[in-house]
């Protein structure tokens, strides 16, 4: 898994760098100072939804209580935002 690298001078970003900037519009970089823009156009953006209906065909097939289900899709959308970092791609602002 790999962090974004700045569009503009093409440093990687570390995990930190990028949790901490990845929920604003503007992402500024830590070594260039210029702004980059969460990439909408990257291939695959979609995969994380494909688990909501195989989460629950599991549930359903596996008969898991609502409690279980629940601490199940809790643990499933830490997960997901621990993993936003890794799924990032920056792009140059007008593109």
């Given at each position: 898994?790999?962090?974004p690298e700045?569009?503009?001078?093409?440093?990687?970003?570390?995990?930190?760098?990028?949790?901490?900037?990845?929920?604003?519009?503007?992402?500024?970089?830590?070594?260039?100072?210029?702004?980059?823009?969460?990439?909408?156009?990257?291939?695959?953006?979609?995969?994380?939804?494909?688990?909501?209906?195989?989460?629950?065909?599991?549930?359903?097939?596996?008969?898991?209580?609502s409690t279980g289900?629940?601490?199940?899709?809790?643990?499933?959308?830490?997960?997901?935002?621990?993993?936003?970092?890794?799924?990032?791609?920056?792009?140059?602002?007008?593109?």
């Open positions: 898994m790999y962090t700045c569009s503009y001078c093409g440093e990687k970003w570390s995990y930190g760098q990028t949790f901490k900037q990845v929920f604003k519009i503007r992402m500024i970089c830590p070594h260039c100072g210029k702004e980059n823009y969460y990439d909408a156009n990257k291939k695959g953006g979609w995969l994380p939804l494909l688990a909501i209906p195989i989460f629950l065909g599991l549930a359903i097939l596996l008969n898991l209580s289900i629940i601490l199940i899709g809790c643990l499933l959308m830490i997960l997901h935002i621990l993993t936003i970092p890794y799924r990032t791609r920056l792009q140059k602002a007008g593109k």
